[in-house]
């Protein structure tokens, strides 16, 4: 209880939502199958750098609920130096350089990973950023990359707010398991603008698009291709 009061004390913004997805194209280890899935994501800063983190539940309305998990911290290098040197550091469209650590858990899977990123800054652009990590499965021989861009890109047309945002994730060969792609952005449109209340519900869409999707079969490990368009209502508090 004292090292979360601490916590929170100490941060300087926090921003949560939960997400409700529906689609029709997933992979699963039976194949194609529709499924409903509920996101609850966290993101918050403190003086020297930042935290995220998000919980999938897939099939949450049904007795087989699936658990997925990313948690991801980050330390700011810009900000301690500028802390240490009491000056402000400037590198062009370079906002921060900052440490990373992050970790993945789900039914079957996990991987650590620990790296560096940069945050940009872009005109128009709320936020971007790219990490280049170190990671490692346990369950797999070696270990590999990951690249991840994260983007987000609110716009409006006339009255209307929309959002564009999302992500990409680039691994590379680890074990038997192949080079993947997964990306999943999101056009979102600002419902709560219209009534007074910007910012706190969006509905809209996601396309989640992964090569190389790991599925489990009765002879092992397999792989495909996802193409799914997903519906999605999000609420942030």
Not at 75 to 99: C, M, Q, R, T, W
């Amino acid at each position: 209880v004292v090292c979360a009061a601490t916590v929170a004390q100490a941060a300087v913004w926090s921003k949560s939502n939960v997400q409700f997805l529906y689609g029709q194209s997933y992979e699963r280890d039976s194949g194609e199958s529709d499924s409903n899935v509920m996101t609850l994501e966290h993101n918050s800063g403190w003086e020297y750098g930042d935290n995220y983190f998000f919980v999938d539940f897939a099939n949450f309305d049904k007795d087989d609920v699936n658990l997925y998990g990313e948690w991801c911290t980050r330390l700011s290098l810009f900000k301690i130096a500028n802390k240490l040197s009491g000056s402000e550091i400037s590198a062009g469209p370079v906002a921060d350089v900052l440490a990373v650590g992050q970790m993945d858990l789900g039914d079957g899977f996990r991987a650590y990973m620990a790296g560096i990123g940069a945050v940009f800054s872009i005109p128009y652009v709320s936020y971007f950023s790219v990490d280049v990590k170190y990671r490692d499965n346990p369950f797999l021989d070696d270990n590999t990359y990951q690249v991840t861009p994260v983007w987000d890109i609110p716009f409006s047309i006339g009255p209307v707010r929309m959002d564009f945002c999302g992500f990409l994730d680039w691994t590379g060969r680890e074990g038997d398991q192949p080079v993947s792609i997964l990306t999943a952005p999101q056009l979102l449109l600002d419902l709560g603008n219209f009534w007074g209340a910007p910012d706190r519900l969006y509905a809209g869409t996601e396309f989640q698009f992964w090569t190389e999707k790991f599925v489990f079969t009765e002879d092992g490990v397999d792989y495909a291709e996802e193409k799914c368009v997903q519906a999605m209502v999000k609420w942030i508090f």
